[in-house]
């Protein structure tokens, strides 16, 4: 990356931010700490300003408070249901054993409460930060090596990334599933999936599908895509919304654990059974496929082995221990009684 | 309460601290921020007049800060399942709306945990800290006071406390469950519990059981308490103890939904029918008690209203509004089929 910025190789200081705002250094203070003083235009100003210069509000009380806080940030999705507690329970275990403290925010799936979060931790003096997927705005990437901040990325393996990534091939894992569910002699396939439009993990799987599909000589237009926000209740509708279709699709292939097990809970209440008359399949492997009645085809992630992973890297990173590796966490499939033959 | 430190008005400095440590300064520095530089011995020594003058490290560095820095921190007992999810995403979004960011940290229920994790947020300069529970050390509230870092008690309502609390009364909560359970015909209950010494909702929780018995009645010896970790697991290994009983109860009561779905799991494959054998019943109405077959008996917790309150106080309290009072939030029964007539 390049930019035109005289400046870029120094720290950017709240003077900085009120000349490319052109206001003044009070108002910028004020953006900052006490924004609702502040009519919302020159709020707007000053807070591009701030994020094209990549300012962190407390960078300056920050260096000069001891050099490592022994606090490392990470920012996950949602805290809803257990699909990032399990990695997260191992990463702070493994931080503590290095007397480290976690601090958790929580983004909703939404880039921008994750930009603002990743600046907060930075101002708070995070030590290093964990995030979840790669795909996001490139200048939150400058930011974070600008401040010094070494990162992970978890939860995809990439070794093209110009970052460290730990995590699993989500492509090949939904695709091992697919030729599972294919191979059981299913052809009309339905989708349950996050808008995988910024969620790099959701895109591959759902091309992981595609590829199975296609190797099976499947056609695309047998695969129907419902899109769905996280949750059980979310599983169940997007269900619903698949059997309005005028063809029914004999197995419903979900992006996680979760919507799975709504769409199977929703599916016996329309009074269907499964698997004999619609198969279900998740993905994660969290502890409710197991209690899902009945229980779920799905992926087993080591979510474990992530997390503890994910720590003892950015352990590393932090203490600037060189010749860090990519980690790739594998994957395997759990066939349980939520698939049948078609 | 009183102390006999003379300095008990001002801020604690790293000297105050070296002094009492008696150690020099920069060692004091190292311990902070290099423990593994240090030898246990002086380690500790630094670690307990830390802990007795209430020393923040962090602190003067962020005196130099802005004053408000727009983040509240939260410390929940754990991440993993749906317990304390929901009530912090409606903190979340609430604080938000304010223009807030949310640190979350999570003690595994460990007491020392959720001590460093509250010097860490007072530190990283939280504005304010929303803890689970009152039950805690009364050096901490006397340290928060000193830091001048506001708080709010959520998950219990207690006017007699010397903080604000927001939650509700898990003792009455519980009884009118019990009442219900034993007006069907139960006589003979178990229940699976967390350890009550150490979490106020599970001893409370506990007497409400009791409470309702005693006024049936019913001997206290008729009750056969398990304690249990958090988790469905662990609650299906909670119901295994409580079957190797020489006399099986009639119901089982949990302390929260996630133990009640796994010793429903456990119950299940163990051949008993729910609640043809045994009845079970949860606490919380969380997502899996309504997925849960059969459909779990629970007392319903308006998390969501919990959390959007607890923001509400905090965010009033950061900004110093006066008279603010306890909130005091209302369960219900939520009576579905795990539970049946004895």
């Known amino acids: 990356m390049t930019t035109d910025d005289p400046n870029n190789d120094r720290t950017p200081t709240l003077a900085d931010v009120a000349r490319l705002a052109k206001v003044s250094t009070a108002t910028v203070s004020r953006c900052l700490n006490s924004p609702d003083r502040v009519i919302e235009k020159t709020r707007t100003k000053v807070l ?40 997260l329970q191992a990463f702070q275990e493994e931080l503590g054993g290095s007397g480290v403290t976690l601090l958790v925010a929580s983004s909703s799936y939404r880039a921008d409460l994750e930009e603002e979060q990743i600046r907060t931790l ?31 990325v978890a ?15 989500n492509f090949t894992a939904m695709k091992a599933l697919a030729d599972k569910v294919i191979s059981m002699g299913h052809r009309r396939i339905a989708t349950i999936t996050a808008n995988p439009e910024y969620n790099d993990r959701a895109s591959e799987r759902l091309r992981g599908i595609r590829a199975a599909m296609s190797e099976a000589g499947i056609s695309a237009t047998d695969l129907s895509i419902v899109e769905s926000a996280y949750g059980i209740d979310e599983g169940g509708k997007a269900l619903e919304q698949i059997l309005a279709q005028p063809v029914r699709p004999s197995v419903v292939m979900c992006g996680n654990d979760v919507l799975a097990v709504g769409a199977i809970a929703r599916a016996k209440e329309l009074g269907l059974r499964v698997p004999e008359d619609i198969s279900v399949t998740g993905f994660d492997d969290i502890e409710i496929a ?49 698939l049948s033959k078609r």
């Open 290 to 338: 197991k209690i899902s009645s009945p229980p779920l085809t799905t992926v087993h992630v080591p979510h474990r082995r992530m997390g503890k992973e994910a720590a003892r890297m950015l352990i590393n990173l932090v203490n600037a221990t060189k010749d860090q590796k990519n980690t790739l966490i594998e994957t395997s499939l759990k066939i349980r009684s939520s």
């Open 122 to 152: 930075v101002s708070r003096g995070a030590d290093g930060i964990l995030l979840i997927g790669y795909h996001r705005d490139p200048k939150i990437y400058e930011f974070l090596q600008r401040q010094g901040v070494p990162i992970v």
């Open 48 to 87: 591009a300003a701030v994020r094209d210069l990549g300012y962190a509000p407390n960078f300056n009380a920050r260096a000069l408070a001891a050099k490592h806080t022994n606090t490392i940030g990470a920012i996950i999705p949602t805290m809803e249901n257990a699909i990032f507690a399990r990695a």
């Open 155 to 169: 939860w995809v393996f990439d070794p093209q990334a110009d970052v460290l990534t730990v995590g699993f091939d």
